[in-house]
């Protein structure tokens, strides 16, 4: 099968083109850097032509609340025109568990737009929710830092690997369309706090994480149970502490 992989230059979407090519498809990385834009239609046409599946796994260079509505309304409402034009059989999307109990957040918000553009079209289409990468746990302690104390709620969170979450999309992108959604997670609950810890920890970093039931996560007030996901979740193998000291000695 022709797969285009919108974001096929990205963190999931690098891994998911591999993996698709190991299993025998001709998997297409479609990216501004290989010339094709979802949000100005640049290269959209020739790069859909023959293909029988479009996994979008972009994300918005800029996450202010505008501008990260206005890229995926644009890119989904172009990619599914596109689709439809090239007669293309399955749309999948990769969005986040939780993502509509989270829209006090305008990232979530366009997230939630895309899903709902995605579930109005005519394409058949798969929408995969995954939980926190572990490659973006990092990027969460930042966030909640001021000076050298971390500010997080105990609320609970179940990440997953990058590698795991691309095995998850592709499986799904080479079976038939769910028309409905999925979601993945890794295997192990944590609290945000306790995970925070014991990545700083892993990392030397001498910052303390404090845990506050009032702190926010990302800008937003957090539910124990906003981050997880329900018992059908299809659950990945690779446990953050397995993930975390190769990715350490990687660095
Ligand atoms: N972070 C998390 O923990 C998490 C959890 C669940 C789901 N997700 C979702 O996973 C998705 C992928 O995340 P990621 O971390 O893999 O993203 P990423 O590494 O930032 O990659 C983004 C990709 O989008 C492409 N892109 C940007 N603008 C584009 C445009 N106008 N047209 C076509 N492609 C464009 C980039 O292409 P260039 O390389 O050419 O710039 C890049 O390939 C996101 O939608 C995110 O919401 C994230």
Same mark, same amino acid.
């Given at each position: 099968?022709?797969?285009?992989?919108?974001?096929?230059?990205?963190?999931?979407?690098?891994?998911?083109?591999?993996?698709?090519?190991?299993?025998?498809?001709?998997?297409?990385?479609?990216?501004?850097?290989?010339?094709?834009?979802?949000?100005?239609?640049?290269?959209?046409?020739?790069?859909?032509?023959?293909?029988?599946? %479009?996994?979008?796994? &972009?994300?918005?260079?800029?996450?202010? +609340?505008? *501008? %990260?509505?206005?890229?995926?309304?644009?890119?989904?409402?172009?990619?599914?025109?596109?689709?439809?034009?090239?007669? %293309?059989?399955?749309?999948?999307?990769?969005?986040? %568990?939780?993502? +509509?109990?989270?829209?006090?957040?305008?990232?979530?918000? *366009?997230?939630?737009? /895309?899903?709902?553009?995605?579930?109005?079209?005519?394409?058949?289409?798969? =929408? @995969?929710?995954?939980? /926190?990468?572990?490659?973006?746990?990092?990027?969460?302690? +930042?966030?909640?830092?001021?000076?050298?104390?971390?500010?997080?709620?105990?609320?609970?969170? /179940?990440?997953? #690997?990058? +590698?795991?979450? *691309?095995?998850?999309?592709?499986?799904?992108?080479?079976?038939?369309?769910?028309?409905?959604? @999925?979601?993945? #997670?890794?295997?192990?609950?944590?609290?945000?706090?306790?995970? =925070?810890?014991?990545?700083? #920890?892993?990392?030397?970093?001498?910052?303390?994480?404090?845990?506050? *039931?009032?702190?926010?996560?990302?800008?937003? /007030?957090?539910?124990?149970?906003?981050?997880?996901?329900?018992?059908?979740?299809?659950?990945?193998? &690779?446990?953050?502490?397995?993930?975390?000291?190769? #990715?350490?000695?990687?660095?």
């Amino acid at each position: 099968m022709k797969i285009v992989v919108i974001g096929g230059t990205g963190l999931i979407g690098s891994r998911l083109v591999k993996k698709l090519r190991e299993h025998g498809h001709e998997a297409l990385a479609a990216s501004p850097n290989t010339g094709v834009n979802s949000v100005t239609g640049e290269g959209l046409r020739e790069a859909l032509k023959g293909a029988s599946v %479009v996994v979008d796994v &972009t994300n918005s260079p800029s996450w202010e +609340d505008a *501008a %990260v509505l206005k890229f995926f309304e644009t890119s989904t409402r172009n990619l599914l025109g596109s689709e439809a034009v090239a007669g %293309v059989g399955h749309h999948v999307a990769l969005s986040v %568990v939780g993502t +509509d109990r989270l829209l006090e957040s305008g990232f979530f918000r *366009a997230k939630f737009a /895309q899903e709902n553009l995605i579930k109005a079209s005519s394409i058949p289409y798969s =929408i @995969v929710r995954a939980t /926190q990468f572990f490659e973006f746990v990092k990027s969460i302690g +930042d966030f909640s830092t001021a000076g050298n104390k971390v500010l997080l709620p105990p609320a609970l969170i /179940q990440p997953m #690997a990058a +590698d795991d979450v *691309a095995s998850g999309v592709g499986r799904i992108a080479m079976g038939s369309p769910l028309n409905g959604t @999925v979601e993945i #997670a890794g295997p192990e609950r944590f609290r945000l706090d306790e995970l =925070i810890r014991m990545d700083l #920890a892993a990392r030397k970093d001498p910052r303390e994480v404090i845990t506050d *039931a009032h702190a926010r996560y990302y800008g937003i /007030q957090v539910s124990e149970n906003a981050l997880i996901p329900g018992n059908a979740a299809r659950l990945s193998e &690779t446990r953050f502490e397995d993930w975390l000291s190769p #990715a350490m000695s990687a660095r």
